[in-house]
């Protein structure tokens, strides 16, 4: 016993030993440690093939800032001061300048003159047609955007020199800027990729999915990537713009969003990405933390498949929409980083207009709209919610008791991510909450089309003929009057006939420490720059 | 010999269950603006559209080879993935095993010599405590306390502090390799880095063997050879480790074994909280993404770790108890 005891007294005392022998706190160099910001993400970045990336956040926010593209959204500043990207407004990237001629049948751009990839390869017209020729073949989602603004093959891009290249638009209209500034046109290196296409992968996308080395154009390169640990941007010396202002960015992977916080709030990291929502409240009272909050137009609503009953009938969807607790939701679950959705048109999209919103929360209206639609005892619905939101799980617990008070009894069914997407993909879903979507080209017409029109992707499966032929013709134009007209009849009936339950526009939010400036927002695809960022 | 059955059995189970799971692995990879052909392109090319039985016998002619396959969301191969994160979830799980034991039989030890005594509670104390806090809320206590209050151990973002240059890998356990690269500053990150989940682990781990080893040392301890040994008028030291002790170990080293195993499949939770590149989040991350040749790759890496810690138990209980015949 006395060995035993004699034991556990060495082993106490040994890792003390060990743990006081260790030298305190040596963190990195202090001449450096302005010229790296450390970021703290939830999650790991999964497929970089700019052409066919996947949606996960951090994906995009990477291509991003490692590849440039032609057109890019211009710098404006707006009346309260800020600068921010403009969703509307567009410059060149890589190209010096672009003109539409032939009546908005071509595109004729013109390259910056010596540009350069990561590896100082020459950036030419010819790897623009690669890049497009790549696009086309590949048909993914950069093709299927580009035919959307009727950029339609590979045909349609001509080299005319070795600095200008024609985009050939085969019916004229307002989609193209807006669908070319996105990471999907990011120009690729064609000695750097061409080498990778095989037979068995003859769009180098098995290789471009976690490589891009060579092929950068972008103000940083991806220096490193450790999957599940991090991955470091580094300053690409090659790019033809001003250069990042931090040589360095760190990105973390830190699955926990409390783990995260104290990250941030003790200095660790410099930017904690994705906290709860009601830390980010916590933290607007903390000094060494700032909380940059802007608002966006992602569009978060309730869907009722206008397919299934009792949703097929416009008054049940009309009497919920008097029924669901729009503040309480915005207050209580969005803890105030949100606006209410007043149309299927965000606020901050062009022809917004709140003027067809009247819904609020009016229990007694509810039941009478109920009673009229043959349904005077209330009624039971199922109402689905994401499991691995909170949000959303807020939300079905609030709606719940709202609607009882209304004679509607909601029954939770909660879905996983990915069985609920895939619920959503297949319009299976009868009453669920889509938590956001964001229409990357700020045009009216690219969001209803991709959320109202019944042929494409509706969803809901609302349908409306009137709504589905304004789209239609509206789409592609360039008649501006009309499009106006047309975005404003849509609104109205999509409002009048309960379309969707409109709840809110979330906040976007960034908690860094107070020595972080330059976050520019980019209203158009609400990804941060971090060659803008600064570090005091 | 009975692994070759229960290995095929396992990828038959897990290779039916995740296709059974509601959703597709092509949601995650498509997006959400895809169009229905392009999601029947990427059945096509992932070779989902075939019929299951043809699925499955394709999988183990990859396995027949060693090829695990690739994971639908990252492309790596799932063999090299597994790899990559197999060294993070073993250094931690070992450090934490050792000091559970160092720390857990000898409390049981001195639980069942000194029945009743004030260690005997406490170890009854420490064990209910081990087993009935829940892992994460004595993460985030002694995170806030050590990280965030005292400064005693460097921030949790994983393994190594972000301005560390990880050391060239040998052994993959990176206290050896960074003081096999004489890489002191790395070696103290790395071991500081690991104080607090290994502490967490072993915490919930000391419990079933401190447990474990004070019933058997009760039991050995009233056995009649025990009081035969103490008859003989042998020294204490001696009745309770060369004779009491090592009759008692066995059932402990079977428990050992179990525990070991269990946190080689990775804690989810301390693996999350404290940003460590593990097992236990590499097969979480799988899960939600549908990604089945990923899910099918951990299972079955988790049962092989099952077995080799079973057939290593096996050989060192015949070491220690020649009864048993091999």
Redesign the interface.
């Known amino acids: 016993?006395?060995?035993?005891?004699a034991?556990?007294v060495c082993?106490v005392v040994l890792t003390f030993a060990?743990?006081s022998l260790?030298?305190?706190?040596?963190?990195?160099?202090a001449s450096d440690a302005n010229q790296?910001l450390?970021v703290?993400v939830s999650?790991?970045m999964?497929?970089l093939d700019p052409t066919n990336a996947?949606?996960d956040p951090f994906t995009l926010e990477t291509l991003t800032n490692i590849y440039a593209w032609l057109i890019d959204f211009k710098l404006v500043k707006q009346a309260d001061g800020e600068t921010i990207g403009s969703p509307n407004e567009f410059v060149g990237g890589l190209a010096q300048s672009f003109q539409f001629t032939d009546g908005g049948r071509k595109l004729m751009v013109t390259l910056r003159s010596n540009l350069k990839f990561s590896d100082g390869d020459p950036l030419d017209a010819n790897a623009v047609k690669f890049t497009y020729d790549r696009l086309f073949d590949q048909?993914?989602?950069t093709a299927?955007?580009s035919r959307m603004a009727k950029i339609m093959n590979k045909d349609s891009v001509k080299v005319i020199d070795a600095r200008t290249v024609e985009f050939d638009i085969s019916d004229p209209n307002t989609l193209v800027l807006g669908n070319m500034a996105q990471y999907g046109h990011s120009i690729l290196n064609p000695n750097v990729v061409r080498p990778h296409m095989t037979a068995a992968d003859p769009y180098a996308h098995?290789w471009l999915?976690?490589n891009t080395k060579g092929t950068e154009s972008g103000p940083y390169v991806l220096a490193s990537w450790?999957?599940?640990?991090?991955f470091v941007f580094a300053r690409n010396p090659y790019y033809w713009g001003p250069p990042a202002r931090i040589a360095r960015v760190?990105f973390?992977?830190?699955?926990?969003p409390?783990?995260r916080l104290?990250?941030l709030?003790?200095g660790?990291?410099d930017i904690a990405r994705d906290l709860a929502p009601l830390d980010e409240v916590e933290l607007l009272h903390d000094a060494s933390v700032t909380v940059h909050r802007f608002p966006t137009r992602i569009t978060s609503y309730l869907g009722m498949n206008a397919k299934t009953a009792p949703f097929d009938n416009p008054k049940v969807r009309q009497a919920i929409s008097w029924a669901v607790p729009y503040n309480t939701i915005i207050h209580n679950v969005m803890v105030g980083f949100a606006r209410q959705l007043t149309s299927p048109v965000p606020a901050g999209m062009p022809t917004h207009t709140d003027q067809y919103f009247h819904y609020r929360t009016d229990p007694a209206k509810a039941k009478q709209l109920l009673a009229e639609a043959g349904y005077p005892n209330g009624l039971g619905v199922t109402f689905t919610s994401r499991a691995?939101l909170a949000e959303s799980q807020g939300i079905a617990v609030w709606l719940k008791s709202a609607l009882a008070t209304a004679g509607i009894t909601v029954t939770i069914d909660e879905?996983?991510?990915?069985?609920?997407?895939?619920?959503l993909?297949r319009h299976d879903l009868a009453f669920f909450h889509q938590p956001g979507w964001n229409s990357i080209n700020n045009d009216p017409f690219y969001h209803l089309y991709?959320l109202l029109q019944s042929d494409c992707?509706d969803y809901t499966n609302y349908h409306n003929a009137t709504v589905d032929e304004l789209i239609t013709k509206n789409i592609i134009s360039t008649d501006l009057k009309a499009r106006d007209a047309a975005s404003h009849q849509i609104q109205q009936i999509a409002i009048d006939d309960a379309a969707w339950i409109f709840l809110y526009q979330p906040d976007l939010v960034l908690a860094t420490g107070k020595n972080i400036g330059g976050v520019i927002l980019y209203p158009a695809d609400y990804r941060f720059r971090y060659y803008y960022m600064t570090k005091e | 010999m009975l692994a070759v059955p229960v290995l095929l059995g396992v990828t038959l189970i897990t290779f039916v269950l995740t296709r059974v799971?509601?959703?597709?692995p092509i949601?995650?990879?498509a997006?959400?603006?895809?169009?229905p052909a392009?999601?029947q392109a990427l059945l096509v090319q992932y070779g989902l559209n075939r019929p299951l039985w043809v699925q499955y016998v394709a999988y183990l002619g990859g396995l027949a080879h060693g090829d695990l396959g690739s994971s639908f969301?990252?492309?790596?191969p799932v063999a090299s993935?597994l790899a990559?994160?197999f060294p993070a979830t073993m250094e931690l799980t070992t450090w934490a095993i050792i000091v559970a034991v160092?720390?857990g039989v000898?409390?049981g030890?001195?639980g069942a010599?000194?029945q009743g005594s004030w260690i005997d509670h406490l170890t009854r104390v420490l064990s209910v405590a081990g087993v009935g806090l829940p892992v994460f809320w004595v993460s985030?206590v002694l995170?806030?306390l050590c990280?965030?209050r005292w400064?005693?151990v460097?921030?949790?973002?994983?393994?190594l502090?972000?301005?560390i240059t990880p050391p060239p890998s040998v052994t993959g356990f990176l206290v050896i390799d960074t003081a096999l690269a004489g890489d002191w500053?790395a070696f103290?990150?790395a071991?500081?880095q690991l104080?607090l989940p290994v502490a967490v682990l072993a915490f919930a781990a000391v419990a079933p063997l401190a447990r474990m080893t004070r019933t058997s040392m009760l039991d050995v301890l009233g056995s009649a050879h025990t009081r035969a040994t103490r008859a003989l008028g042998l020294p204490?030291?001696s009745v309770?480790?060369t004779y009491a002790f090592r009759n008692a170990i066995l059932p402990v080293l079977t428990m050992l074994a179990i525990v070991y195993g269990f946190l080689l499949g990775g804690s989810v939770l301390v693996?999350?909280?404290?940003?460590w590149?593990g097992m236990g989040?590499?097969a979480f991350?799988a899960i939600?993404?549908?990604d089945y040749p990923a899910v099918q790759g951990f299972i079955l890496y988790a049962t092989g770790v099952y077995l080799a810690i079973f057939v290593a138990v096996d050989v060192v209980s015949a070491l220690l108890d020649p009864r048993i015949e091999t």
Request: hydrophobic share 40%.
């Open positions: 016993m006395r060995f035993v005891r034991g556990l082993g060990l743990i260790l030298p305190l706190s040596s963190l990195g160099a790296t450390v703290a999650r790991d999964q497929n996947s949606s048909n993914a989602t299927a955007l098995q999915q976690s450790q999957p599940g640990v991090e760190v973390r992977i830190v699955p926990d409390s783990t104290t990250l709030k003790s660790d990291v691995d879905m996983q991510g990915a069985a609920f997407t895939a619920a993909q991709w992707c | 799971l509601p959703g597709s949601d995650a990879i997006g959400p603006m895809a169009t392009q999601r969301v990252t492309s790596h993935d990559a994160f160092l720390v000898p409390l030890v001195w010599v000194r985030l995170i806030y990280f965030y400064h005693l460097p921030p949790p973002m994983g393994r502090s972000p301005e500053r103290s990150d071991v500081r104080i204490p030291r309770v480790w693996e999350t909280l404290f940003a590149p989040r590499y991350n939600s993404g549908n």
